[in-house]
């Protein structure tokens, strides 16, 4: 009678078989953490926190890089002419200069001009009175085309250098190369910072499932005397690894959110004080969905390293 | 009749330890129900284990449904034991799922479809009289119950052999006169059955092969006999069949 039902009954296809089981275990692993709400909450608080510091981080240096481009954007070539060229030669090179393809405007600036605007900006006006000659070039301020990169911006300085009136150009981009070292540093020290804290969420994922593991040896010895393979015992385990790393990843969006929404006031305030029409940005689509996906991997990957370690040492008594 | 459990001079030492088994050749047939008796420590339950895989033997061969137990890797040790029924004297329940959830595990793990998971499990609790407790948690059944529910859960599946080690070593006279009976009615629908128990008491009157174990040998053996009149005496039984 056995032998008979069990040719009319036969397990599932393997498809449909492990279609039914990871759907069984998706909301069986999602349940039993509904079970425990307040540890689940600060275990993916604690996840949160850790994916939220170089999500953060990400987001200052994204947003320090779209201040820069703006500055870079603003960048001059000054171009100092020789005393020989006359005021007509010089406004008539800056229109020339000014048809040159990768330029986007000139600015002549007359040697009486540059003596003007020095007097009156500097406080150094009674000492000029002394100088028998005005000891300032005529100058041509070249403004490069928006979006041309450095090395452009380089090769048009070069050409601009070997004009017969110019005596000497200079492209003033110490400052931004700076600032751009700055960035470097501080985007090398989110990876840093990322890469450790992700490490942390690994051991958190860990720690929590290998208390889980703990909590149900008995059950899982159990499972084991019935025939369960370890894939069968592993999955919900790993299932909530999942799902620490997915709610995590979510607390992390909301903290970048309204860490965001916090500073976005005052530091369109300090833009404003600056002439400047800057906004915060948040994380962008892409970036948010990196960070989903990052949580659960992280995630994943600290249930399964614990699970593999310590499902062997469980054995059926 | 093929057997369905052949052991040829195993031996076990526990690693370090003293032999718990020493030389035991026996067989159990298909269909066939014996039997394994013994003191504490007579080594009963390390027969039992070696036969669920639960541990190695150190020396002879151990061979079932055709298997020979030592060429089996890693990952064959748990589709062999889905294909044995399992039942123990402390019952091994799950106590945080329902006694559905219980009997139903083994047809979860081998991936049957639901439909065929409830009618299984029903088929299985009805069975052993629980089938108007398929929604109670084990925590409020008696330990009679709990047993039966370790036995639904062992059968389900439908397996050709059950192992069962002291099945009725928590439980009152009655209740483990019951189970007996349980036993004997799945083996007379063709399933084997392997019982480890020290309760001599119950076991003389059933006309069933009889493997007493002492010091990890096997120091007697009474025959299955048809007739309950016939039945032999056999060592550790007293005159009043205790």
């Known amino acids: 009678m056995a032998a008979e039902e069990s040719l009319q009954v036969q397990p ?27 540890g689940t909450l600060l275990t993916a608080l604690v996840i949160g926190v850790a994916l939220a510091l170089p999500a953060g981080m990400h987001v200052l240096t994204q947003n320090l890089s779209k201040i820069s481009y703006s500055w870079q954007d603003s960048l001059q070539l000054s171009l100092f002419l020789k005393d020989s060229v006359s005021t007509e030669r010089g406004a008539a090179l800056a229109r020339e200069i000014r048809g ?16 003007a605007e020095f007097r009156s900006q500097s406080g150094f006006g009674d000492a000029l009175d002394v100088l028998q000659d005005n000891p300032l070039p005529a100058v041509i301020a070249v403004t490069p085309e928006r979006g041309r990169n450095k090395l452009q911006v380089e090769v048009l300085l070069g050409e601009l250098t070997r004009l017969p009136e110019v005596d000497l150009a200079k492209l003033d981009q110490k400052w931004l ?48 005397l019935i025939g369960a393979p370890d894939s069968f015992i592993r999955r919900p385990f790993l299932y909530t690894g999942f799902w620490y790393g997915l709610a995590g990843s979510v607390f992390a969006l909301v903290l970048v959110l309204a860490g965001t929404l916090a500073l976005s006031g005052p530091s369109e305030t300090l833009a404003s004080l600056y002439d400047s029409s800057f906004t915060l940005s948040g994380l962008s689509f892409g970036s948010s969905l990196l960070l989903l996906l990052t949580g659960i991997v992280l995630g994943w990957i600290g249930a399964w390293i614990t699970v593999w370690r310590h499902l062997a040492d469980i054995q059926p008594q | 009749m093929t057997d369905i459990i052949h052991f040829n001079q195993v031996g076990y030492r526990y690693p370090g330890g003293k032999d718990v088994l020493s030389d035991v050749t026996f067989s159990l047939g298909r269909g066939e129900m014996a039997f394994v008796t013994g003191s504490s420590g007579a080594g009963k339950t390390t027969l039992l284990r070696l036969v669920g895989l639960l541990c190695k033997p150190t020396r002879g061969q151990v061979m079932v449904d055709d298997v020979n137990l030592a060429s089996l890797k890693n990952g064959d040790i748990a589709p062999f034991r889905q294909r044995i029924g399992m039942v123990f004297q402390n019952f091994n329940l799950l106590y945080d799922r329902t ?47 709990q047993q039966r529910v370790g036995i639904a859960r ?37 399933v084997s059955v392997l019982i480890a128990t020290h309760a001599l008491h119950l076991i003389v009157h059933m006309p069933h092969r009889i493997i007493h174990l002492d010091g990890g040998k096997i120091t007697a053996r009474r025959p299955r006999t048809p007739v309950l009149s016939d039945l032999p005496p056999f060592p550790g039984e007293d005159s009043r069949g205790r």
Do not use: C, W
Not at chain 1, 205 to 221: F, K, M
């Open chain 2, 154 to 190: 062992a059968i389900v599946s439908k397996p050709a052999l059950i192992l069962a080690d002291e099945p009725t070593g928590n439980l009152d006279p009655e209740m483990s006169k019951e189970v007996m009976k349980l036993f004997e009615r799945f083996n007379q629908v063709g």
């Open chain 1, 177 to 224: 190369e700076r600032l751009y070292a700055i960035l470097g540093i501080i985007d090398r020290a989110v990876f840093i910072v990322g890469l450790l804290l992700g490490i942390a969420v690994v051991v958190t994922v860990g720690n929590t499932i290998r208390l889980d593991i703990e909590a149900r040896r008995e059950e899982i010895s159990v499972m084991k």
């Open chain 2, 99 to 145: 006694v559905f959830d219980n009997v139903a595990l083994p047809l979860v793990i081998r991936g049957f479809a639901y439909s065929d998971v409830q009618r299984r499990v029903r088929a299985a609790l009805d069975a052993v009289g629980l089938l108007n407790r398929e929604k109670s948690s084990p925590l409020t059944l008696s330990g009679g119950e």
């Open chain 1, 12 to 38: 599932l296809p393997l498809m449909q078989r492990l279609t039914q089981e990871h759907t069984r275990v998706f909301f069986f692993s999602l349940g039993k953490l509904g079970r425990n709400p307040v």
């Open chain 1, 100 to 115: 040159r393809p990768g330029v986007q405007a000139t600015r002549y600036i007359s040697r009486e001009q540059s003596l």
